[in-house]
């Protein structure tokens, strides 16, 4: 189910439809920071094609979170926090804390992090 969502807010952001603060674009993916950082690195890295969350991402299939997580790397070292240590973070489900039905990875960092998280 890899299509856009007229719907969606980050397949907005995708289209250039709403703005964002765009650190990364590849041809699978868009890294923007987020709009409330949890972290002083705090960015979300999206596959272009709208999938609700990390599981349909997966099933699919074609490699979007390989794409996801290697772009987070990619995120990660060139805001510095590859070698001190970043967490990678996909909330699936309301439960979970998921706002947003476009998967996306959270990729936080620049200050100790918990274990376990809230
Ligand atoms: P989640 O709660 O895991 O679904 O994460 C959704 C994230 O999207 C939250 O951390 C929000 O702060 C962030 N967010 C919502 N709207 C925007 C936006 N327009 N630009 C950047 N980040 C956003
Ligand atoms: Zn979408």
């Known amino acids: 189910m890899a299509t856009s969502r ?3 807010l980050f397949c907005k952001i995708v ?3 709403v703005p964002a603060d765009v650190v990364r674009a ?4 868009v890294a923007f920071r987020d ?3 949890q972290a002083p690195t705090h960015v979300l890295v999206i596959p272009r094609d709208h999938y609700a969350d990390a ?3 997966a099933r699919a299939g074609a490699g979007v979170m390989d794409a996801v997580a290697r772009d987070a790397h ?3 070292a060139a805001e510095g926090i590859a070698a001190s ?5 996909f909330n699936t489900g309301a439960g979970a804390g998921q706002t947003v039905f476009h998967v996306h990875g959270h990729v936080l960092g620049g200050r100790g992090l918990q274990w376990p998280p809230g």
């Open 6 to 8: 007229p719907d969606c």
């Open 35 to 37: 709009i409330n950082p």
């Open 85 to 89: 240590g970043y967490r990678l973070v």
């Open 74 to 76: 990619e995120v990660a």
């Open 55 to 57: 599981g349909e991402a």
């Open 15 to 17: 289209a250039g439809e």
């Open 26 to 29: 590849t041809d699978d993916t």
